[in-house]
């Protein structure tokens, strides 16, 4: 199971690494290994968070995921989407742009960091829209039930995600949005619209699979026979049905990598501002978050451990949070690393617990535990 599941990481891995000591020596081959552990690091909440949907989709779309949606990961945000900031940024053609980041690696460099208010505001508003309309939904599992409790019921008004995340953004544009440590200027008009484009993005993106998800739920709520006459009639409707909700999960998902990538891409610059080894390196560890995605999915961990993805979502939150205050301020990369990794800890912790609560429970009833709430 490991083996079939990280397999392709492995053998990338090894690749990857042997590549980079061809190209760069050992120096070039430790910069791609610290890379690949600085992205396993910062985005290990995003596995969890992927396999809370992609275990909706069946075998096929995993398959998927883990190779054209590596490829998007890797080759478009890991290495063409730094060079589109670039030739946005600076006006230039694709091909200049490229010359640019290979020919005069620091003014490169520069140009993406000068970005960085756009892409984290835009990135902020996103991350910032998953957490909160996880935090505001109702549901079975709480694991901090002191404030899930009430922010369920505050969850009732169906605006209150956007209108929170518009009142973050402007409060971001107004008393943060010139920065020093990113070029200097007035950035308000850059983060508003950076930001506004990331919550229509969500919005966009999140409907249309959440349409097509509920069609979905509906058709396995029909009874299978009224199902079977309509495939029976060559419409399709069912195979159709599924195709297209699984499409747009897929580019749900593909749209949360993007989102989730942009700290992992400019935390790069610190290390190199070689976009090939940055490139190699981060999409060594994304091929990891991709498998762990997968692993989680058939291993059904979010199943047994049902905190988990609130560690996740509030990691999400706090990434959110961070991205939006980075706009003006520097935060090093290992707190934005470790704030994941301790709230995904201790969710799984909690987990662990409430496991073992709940097994003894049901082993002196001789019953099946019902489910209880979190901390």
């Known amino acids: 199971m490991l083996l079939k599941t990280f397999g392709w990481s492995f053998a990338v891995t090894a690749a990857g690494l042997a590549l980079a000591g061809v190209l760069w020596g050992w120096q070039g081959l430790a910069i791609v290994g610290i890379l690949s552990i600085l992205e396993i690091s910062l985005s290990f909440d995003n596995a969890v968070i992927n396999a809370g949907i992609l275990r909706k989709m069946n075998a096929f779309w995993q398959k998927i995921f883990l190779t054209l949606g590596i490829l998007i990961a890797v080759f478009g945000m890991r290495l063409v989407f730094p060079v589109v900031i670039v030739a ?27 970005a960085h208010p756009a892409i984290a505001a835009f990135g902020g508003i996103f991350l910032l829209m998953i957490f909160l309309d996880f935090i505001f939904e109702d549901r079975d599992y709480k694991w901090l039930s002191w404030i899930e409790k009430p922010l369920a019921k505050m969850g009732k008004l169906d605006t209150l995600s956007i209108i929170i995340a518009l009142v973050a953004l402007l409060v971001s544009a107004m008393t943060v949005a010139t920065s020093v440590a990113h070029g200097g200027g007035d950035k308000s008009a850059t983060v508003l ?36 006459a309509r495939a029976a009639k060559g419409n399709g409707s069912a195979v159709g049905l599924a195709g297209k909700a699984a499409f747009f999960m897929f580019l749900y998902l593909e749209v949360i990598d993007a989102s989730f990538s942009f700290d992992g891409v400019i935390s790069a610059f610190a290390i190199t501002n070689d ?47 961070i991205l939006l205050i980075t706009i003006k301020y520097e935060i090093p990369e ?32 001789g019953e099946k535990p019902e489910v209880t709430s979190g901390v």
Request: net charge negative.
């Open 334 to 365: 290992v707190v934005t690393g470790l704030i994941g990794v301790v709230l995904i800890a201790l969710s799984f912790a909690s987990s662990v617990v409430r496991n073992r609560r709940e097994g003894s429970s049901g082993d002196a009833s």
């Open 88 to 114: 946005i940024t600076a006006k230039l053609g694709p091909i200049e742009a490229v010359n640019l980041a290979i020919t005069d690696k620091a003014q490169y460099q520069e140009l993406v960091t000068s």
């Open 193 to 228: 619209l950076s930001g506004v484009a990331g919550l229509i993005t969500y919005l966009v993106v999140s409907g249309i699979s959440g349409y097509f998800e509920g069609k979905l739920e509906d058709e396995d709520e029909a009874a299978e026979e009224a199902m079977e």
């Open 275 to 321: 976009i090939f080894m940055m490139a190699l390196g981060l999409g060594i560890g994304a091929m990891y978050i991709r498998s762990l995605t997968v692993f989680l999915v058939r291993k059904g961990t979010l199943d047994d451990y049902v905190y988990l993805e609130h560690g996740a979502h509030y990691a999400i939150g706090a990434l959110a949070v």
